[in-house]
């Protein structure tokens, strides 16, 4: 086992591996901006290293800054997180170079499903469902055209190197496609340095569901189920829940079994989640994550296994602490993201002092957050304030828990999301799970109009 971890993230999730190292002993270094010297995970930890100014290019994206910090305090190995450098190859390989280990996937690993396209070639290859479309990058409009009338209009034109919904255009007909090629390509080219499109079937109301797999590094890999994260808005997922409402056990035990089997050829090595469009019974790849996703909370809490706990397990060599036909599913739990952000101003960030802060408890109710009383959220970095996680014994009591746990909820100083969930949980569509990726913003453009 890992003896010393450095975190190399912030906010919740920092805190949430910070605590997952103290139950099994490790000790830990938190590394953090000057704008995170009251953080919630450097007041905890065993060491701390501040490692620059608020800019996270000059701080959590500052390699040779969190290398010297491994050096300064000793750490053996660095979980981190998600975000930040959690899915950077380069990272992986410097810090192998220095003899650290890297909680996570190898750096070839990442490399390969950091390439939308390249990773959709693997998961084809691997025998894993996906969307029709080009089998590469499409240079030429004339290309483009012949690939989308053989794979019918509408057509979804992606980067290869996206994500958040950035270099991502719909064109409807032919006429509307030269000119998503051009937007799609400025898009991702500003964005992540590299201009290179695809182009997707674009399905018309899909859900979103992940599969979440581990794997050893050895050839011996389990999948832990499945979440829905159809609940988005621009691209970003907002409430999510295991299991989906939309599948049944037999459709889970198929995808679970597929994507298993292909961690296993892969011979991938800790956590990842493999990204799907699901419509008409059919699964469809998009992606892959190559490390922990915000939302595995509600993978951990039908499942009982704790996801960090694993991650540190498989890096230290010890292997898989389950096989698959120990996995079992227990009941359903939703999670709600709670960001510092104003509904009724098209969710504009609302940084600022937390003045009142009180959490919900009581059974089967969990809250992932970094912030506390008195606390000041900084302008510099995301919007989380925390996560409300609910566990019940089916569905409906898990939405009677939510409906309960967010009357309980006091965040003040800050405008919040808490009043969007409040909303939602009442709602009749969320009620009986009957909503794909365009659902909620659908229902907010008809909220803003009335």
């Known amino acids: 086992m890992v003896k010393k971890v450095l975190i190399a993230n912030r906010g919740e999730i920092a805190l949430r591996v910070l605590r997952a190292c103290k139950e099994l002993g490790i000790s830990t270094v938190a590394v953090h901006s000057t704008a995170d010297n009251a953080a919630m995970h450097v007041r905890l930890a065993d060491e701390s290293v501040c490692i620059g100014p608020p800019p996270a290019r000059d701080s959590y994206l500052n390699i040779p800054q969190i290398v010297a910090a491994c050096e300064i305090s000793g750490a053996d190995a660095v979980h981190p997180g998600y975000g930040f450098l959690s899915e950077n190859a380069r990272f992986a390989d410097i810090l192998d170079a220095h003899n650290v280990t890297f909680i996570g996937p190898t750096a070839d690993h990442i490399r390969i499903m950091g390439d939308k396209i390249e990773a959709k070639r693997t998961a084809k290859r691997l025998g894993i469902p996906v969307v029709p479309g080009s089998p590469g990058a499409v240079t030429d409009d004339g290309e483009a055209l012949k690939i989308a009338n053989g794979i019918g209009f509408p057509v979804l034109v992606k980067a290869s190197a996206g994500g958040g919904g950035r270099g991502m255009k719909v064109a409807h007909s032919a006429s509307e496609l030269s000119n998503a090629l051009a937007t799609a390509r400025s898009e991702a080219g500003a964005a992540f340095g590299d201009d290179a499109v695809y182009l997707e079937k674009y399905l018309e109301k899909p859900r979103h569901i992940e599969v979440q797999v581990f794997g ?16 988005q808005r621009r691209h970003q997922k907002v409430w999510e829940e295991a299991n989906s409402p939309a599948l049944d056990d037999a459709q889970r035990a198929k995808i679970g079994g597929i994507c298993a089997d292909a961690m296993s050829e892969l011979r991938y090595r800790g956590a990842g989640t493999i990204e799907f469009l699901y419509e008409n019974g059919e699964f469809y790849f998009i992606e892959m994550n190559t490390r922990l996703q915000v939302e595995h909370p509600v993978t951990e ?3 009982g296994l704790d996801l960090v706990h694993e991650q540190i397990r498989v890096a230290s060599g010890q292997g898989l602490s389950a096989k698959q036909s120990e996995i079992q599913f227990a009941g359903h739990a939703i999670e709600c ?3 510092a952000e104003d509904p009724k101003t098209f969710f504009a960030p609302s940084p600022g002092q937390i003045t009142h802060y009180h959490m919900p408890g009581g059974l089967g109710v969990r809250v992932d957050s970094g912030v506390y009383q008195g606390y000041t959220i900084p302008p510099f970095y995301d919007s989380l304030i925390g996560k409300l996680i609910v566990h019940g014994r089916n569905r409906t009591e898990c939405m009677m828990r939510l409906r309960r746990a967010l009357d309980e909820i006091v965040v003040d100083g800050v405008k919040t999301t808490l009043p969007l969930f409040r909303d939602l949980v009442d709602n ?16 907010l453009a008809a909220k803003a109009t009335n």
């Open 216 to 231: 050893d590094g050895a050839g011996n890999a389990i999948h832990l189920g499945e979440r829905d994260c159809s609940l």
């Open 301 to 303: 809490a039908i499942t």
């Open 337 to 339: 993201r709670i960001n």
């Open 428 to 443: 009749p569509d969320i009620g009986t799970g009957d909503y794909d990726i365009h659902w909620l913003e659908k229902y």
